[in-house]
């Protein structure tokens, strides 16, 4: 048993996606996208606990190396979930990239150092190198959506409504007033037709 490091990182990875896999399709399921990816990161977290954890118990290769990554996603994990504003996720969006790249660059390194097996190879560098792509593809997405913003300013301004913002763009003059509710469920629309006050 001592020399089975490579079953142990393919058992650490494979666990941390299938519990990914199952939290999404049953507790989580149609949850919001902040609590989806949170409930990914806390798999995935697992998925590294487990290798740190049954490397040192089990073989003469411990990867003690593999606790911060578990920490860092149970914790970055835990918060999406508990997070519920979305300026806070918008301003999390820009720094779990660069966070993200540094933590696979670390994780390369340690990995090189302490694991001696073709699971290295196979297994781990192939991880880490979709990690980094996905912290990439992040910052780039983040870009092209500021670049945008810029670009196409939405219409109208946003107004206060007790503690919420509701976004408004009045155009025209006269009557009658017509209002446009998009996303808005049909079966409420005669509610609003038939109020005085929305002329």
Not at 91 to 118: D, K
Request: proline share 7%; aromatic share 10%; charged share 10%.
């Amino acid at each position: 048993m001592r020399n089975n490091i490579g079953r142990i990182v393919a058992g650490s990875l494979i666990a941390g996606f299938l519990t990914a896999v199952l939290l999404v399709a049953i507790p989580f399921a149609g949850a919001t996208e902040n609590v989806i990816s949170g409930a990914v990161l806390v798999a995935f977290g697992l998925g590294w606990a487990l290798l740190a954890t049954l490397s040192t118990v089990w073989t003469d290769q411990p990867q003690r190396w593999a606790a911060v990554p578990a920490g860092v996603f149970l914790v970055v994990g835990l918060t999406l979930i508990a997070w519920s504003g979305s300026v806070k996720v918008v301003a999390l969006a820009w720094i779990w990239p660069p966070g993200l790249l540094a933590r696979v660059a670390w994780m390369a390194l340690r990995a090189r150092q302490q694991l001696r097996s073709r699971s290295r190879a196979w297994l781990l560098y192939p991880v880490f190198g979709i990690l980094a792509c996905a912290a990439l593809g992040a910052t780039y997405e983040n870009a092209q959506e500021l670049s945008d913003r810029a670009k196409y300013p939405m219409p109208g301004r946003l107004v206060d409504i007790g503690g919420r913002r509701l976004h408004l763009n009045c155009v025209g003059s006269g009557s009658p007033t017509v209002v446009l509710l998009p996303g808005l469920p049909s079966t409420l629309i005669p509610k609003f037709r038939n109020d005085p006050s929305f002329g």
